[in-house]
């Protein structure tokens, strides 16, 4: 079952866990000479003997004994409190039917994987081939969520009230919250995760990042978010070439805008240029946030197709594991779950959650009225001594709103996941998509309010550029700061004594060095800060067009330490088998379609060369909104023929789809003529 590669990762894994006190399999196919450790689950220090024997019978019971049919490895001797897991080959087939994962047939193409078939399917005898290290951890991980009690009995050395398990009751989320089960997670393979960093980030591999090793070592949910930060990152060098053209090769091509002293008429200076520099920006932006979201469907429906995700088999969700309620038959599986009503959990969105988030989105306005009454006490300062330290000082309004609006942020992200969590969402799903739409809905009024603000109300194109220019470099240099200097801080200084310890004692245990780091917080900050810069460049670029270039040093910055933060510093995360971004998807910015062409068509109305235009020809000011308005309405139209006229799949990954699609139904004809 070990493939050579592997055999001395496994070999390194398992040095520290003797191989005779693995779970002895009865079925011949699953019998291997090296059994390797999968997920490590951490009991209670003060756990009794009893219940974790316990424990290890029922995951290595058969499924219609009421088990996982797992292995299970107790620890060392001196270590009670840790159950290692693996997983022999049957269980591992079986559950990659029921998954719906696609996998090499014997004529190299991909195909829903059947277990009769299994046979018909290369390296099927090589578990460390067959499936990707994080498949088979997620396998393990379900197994062990799918444990259900089949009748009313008490859990082994545990007090009466909370030791009590009913009838289909789930047994992990018991053994959670009766303390028994401190925490689950998937063992790191320290020879394959040393050699992805140095193919990763020591190579400093910005522009073409080994993928499929990622895939298969951290999951989809990691591999399409670093396909994503790759292809955006590719997708800002022509907007930052234009942003480099306009600004500093064409002349007059930045839009250079000022304001007469005395007056607050804005002018542009004229070069003679026909088109000014942020018009043809505005329309370039436009258009680019199209075409990029539409090729990266592609791009993402070739990489699903590629890892053999695409056909993921639905499944009834389970209850996450933070839900709870009064204990009761689930009406659609008939198993003993926790029942929460419905019209409570609406009434706490509706009389807690919505007040709070309009308090937060309160606090934001206030923060903007601040801005702008300091910016007028700078403004006054500087009109009366025009100094340097005046002219410094200009900008001090903008740097104290962003610090104040990162603080309010990051209190506000607290009180959300809170408030998510008190809301009792039964489902994953529901819970993710409740807390990041509270998320989205503060972090677009956080960012852009002020910026809309001044546009639209103020039309003060030289304050909005002034501020989005100070939005993105301090950002920018935040950015720097947690991505690069806490990371190195963290990894060269505060971890260096177990580091040590690990040098120094070469019988140190490797798993009691894993759960020694903290679990790995997940990619939501990272998704909001990119859909932030998304926002920034589609919106506004058209005012400050080296936007991109800023976007794309940080992007530079950002993919390597990414990358490093993930392997070093952090548990390896379970993923499961996904064929997109998931609640992330491309959905989430098609928000930005409508939104971007109404500001850059409001910004193209404030250019001063328009405003010119439409004086010199007598235009009235209602003409001109009509004006706006049909060139809006034109440029959604350009949008949504682009959108059409480029497939969200390739042509060769459409065919090999409903090529998947017809030999399953094939497949499973000829299963029901056979019974």
Same mark, same amino acid.
């Given at each position: 079952?070990?493939?050579?590669?592997?055999?001395?990762?496994?070999?390194?894994?398992?040095?520290?866990?003797?191989?005779?006190?693995?779970?002895?399999?009865?079925?011949?196919?699953?019998?291997?000479?090296?059994?390797?450790?999968?997920?490590?689950?951490?009991?209670?220090?003060?756990?009794?003997?009893?219940?974790?024997?316990?424990?290890?019978?029922?995951?290595?019971?058969?499924?219609?004994?009421?088990?996982?049919?797992?292995?299970?490895?107790?620890?060392?001797?001196?270590?009670?409190?840790?159950?290692?897991?693996?997983?022999?080959?049957?269980?591992?087939?079986?559950?990659?039917?029921?998954?719906?994962?696609?996998?090499?047939?014997?004529?190299?193409?991909?195909?829903? @994987?059947?277990?009769?078939?299994?046979?018909?399917? +290369?390296?099927?005898?090589?578990?460390?081939? =067959? /499936?990707? !290290? %994080?498949?088979?951890?997620?396998?393990?991980?379900?197994?062990?969520?799918?444990?259900?009690?089949?009748?009313?009995?008490?859990?082994?050395?545990?007090?009466?009230?909370?030791?009590?398990?009913?009838?289909?009751?789930?047994?992990?989320?018991?053994?959670?919250?009766?303390?028994?089960?401190?925490?689950?997670?998937?063992?790191?393979?320290?020879?394959?995760?040393?050699?992805?960093?140095?193919?990763?980030?020591?190579?400093?591999?910005?522009?073409?990042?080994?993928?499929?090793?990622?895939?298969?070592?951290?999951?989809?949910?990691?591999? @399409?978010?670093?396909?994503?930060?790759?292809?955006? +990152?590719?997708?800002?060098?022509?907007?930052? =070439? /234009?942003? !480099? %053209?306009?600004?500093?090769?064409?002349?007059?091509?930045?839009?250079?805008?000022?304001?007469?002293?005395?007056?607050?008429?804005?002018?542009?200076?004229?070069?003679?240029?026909?088109?000014?520099?942020?018009?043809?920006?505005?329309?370039?932006?436009?258009?680019?946030?199209?075409?990029?979201?539409?090729?990266?469907?592609r791009r993402s429906s070739s990489l699903s197709h590629r890892w053999g995700t695409r056909h993921l088999t639905e499944r009834f969700a389970e209850p996450r594991p933070g839900f709870h309620g009064t204990l009761g038959i689930n009406p659609v599986t008939g198993r003993l779950e926790p029942l929460f009503p419905e019209w409570q959990r609406q009434l706490r969105v509706g009389l807690v959650s919505l007040p709070l988030v309009g308090l937060f989105l309160g606090l934001v306005v206030l923060g903007m009225t601040g801005f702008y009454h300091g910016e007028a006490l700078v403004q006054g300062f500087h009109q009366d001594s025009g100094s340097l330290f005046s002219g410094v000082l200009l900008y001090m309004p903008s740097i104290a709103h962003t610090v104040y609006t990162t603080i309010l942020k990051n209190m506000y992200h607290a009180v959300a996941m809170q408030l998510t969590k008190w809301e009792n969402h039964r489902e994953e799903s529901s819970f993710q998509n409740h807390h990041i739409t509270k998320v989205l809905l503060f972090t677009f009024f956080n960012n852009f309010a002020v910026l809309f603000h001044i546009a639209f109300y103020k039309q003060d194109l030289p304050l909005l550029r002034k501020k989005l220019a100070s939005l993105l470099i301090l950002n920018q240099l935040v950015n720097q700061c947690t991505e690069v200097v806490v990371p190195f801080i963290v990894d060269h200084f505060l971890s260096a004594p177990h580091k040590k310890e690990q040098e120094d004692d070469l019988e140190m245990d490797k798993l009691r060095a894993q759960r020694r780091l903290p679990p790995f917080p997940g990619l939501f900050a990272e998704y909001i800060e990119l859909l932030v810069k998304f926002g920034y460049l589609s919106l506004f670029s058209c005012v400050y067009p080296l936007t991109a270039v800023l976007l794309l040093l940080n992007n530079v910055t950002e993919i390597p330490w990414d990358a490093y933060k993930i392997c070093k510093l952090f548990r390896k995360p379970f993923s499961t088998p996904v064929s997109n971004m998931g609640v992330w998807q491309v959905r989430r910015v098609l928000g930005f379609w409508a939104v971007s062409v109404m500001s850059n068509c409001w910004l193209l109305l404030l250019s001063p060369r328009v405003q010119e235009f439409c004086l010199e020809g007598g235009i009235s000011g209602k003409n001109i909104i009509l004006v706006a308005i049909l060139v809006e309405h034109v440029l959604i139209l350009v949008k949504m023929v682009l959108a059409f006229m480029i497939p969200d799949e390739p042509d060769w990954v459409r065919i090999k789809r409903e090529q998947i699609e017809f030999n399953s139904m094939q497949a499973l004809g000829q299963q029901v003529r056979m019974t």
């Open positions: 079952m070990t493939s050579m590669g592997d055999k001395g990762s496994v070999q390194t894994q398992t040095k520290v866990l003797s191989q005779g006190c693995w779970t002895e399999v009865s079925c011949p196919c699953c019998v291997s000479k090296q059994v390797e450790p999968l997920v490590l689950i951490q009991l209670s220090d003060n756990v009794q003997p009893v219940t974790k024997r316990w424990l290890i019978s029922l995951i290595e019971a058969s499924k219609r004994h009421g088990g996982a049919a797992l292995l299970t490895h107790p620890g060392e001797d001196e270590c009670r409190n840790v159950i290692v897991v693996s997983a022999p080959r049957c269980t591992l087939l079986r559950a990659t039917e029921d998954l719906g994962l696609c996998k090499k047939y014997h004529n190299e193409e991909m195909a829903s @994987f059947s277990y009769h078939d299994r046979d018909n399917f +290369t390296n099927v005898d090589d578990m460390q081939k =067959f /499936l990707t !290290l %994080v498949e088979r951890q997620y396998i393990v991980k379900n197994e062990l969520d799918s444990l259900q009690a089949q009748k009313k009995q008490r859990i082994p050395g545990v007090p009466e009230a909370p030791g009590v398990l009913e009838a289909w009751e789930n047994i992990c989320q018991k053994l959670v919250r009766a303390g028994v089960i401190k925490d689950i997670f998937p063992l790191h393979d320290q020879q394959r995760l040393n050699d992805l960093g140095r193919r990763w980030y020591s190579k400093k591999q910005i522009w073409r990042q080994p993928l499929d090793a990622i895939q298969s070592y951290f999951g989809g949910t990691m591999a @399409f978010y670093f396909s994503f930060l790759q292809f955006y +990152t590719w997708a800002l060098v022509p907007p930052a =070439f /234009l942003g !480099l %053209v306009l600004t500093f090769l064409l002349p007059g091509g930045g839009g250079v805008v000022k304001e007469q002293a005395g007056e607050g008429v804005m002018e542009e200076e004229d070069y003679g240029l026909s088109v000014s520099g942020h018009m043809v920006q505005a329309v370039f932006s436009m258009l680019w946030s199209t075409v990029f979201i539409e090729f990266w469907k």
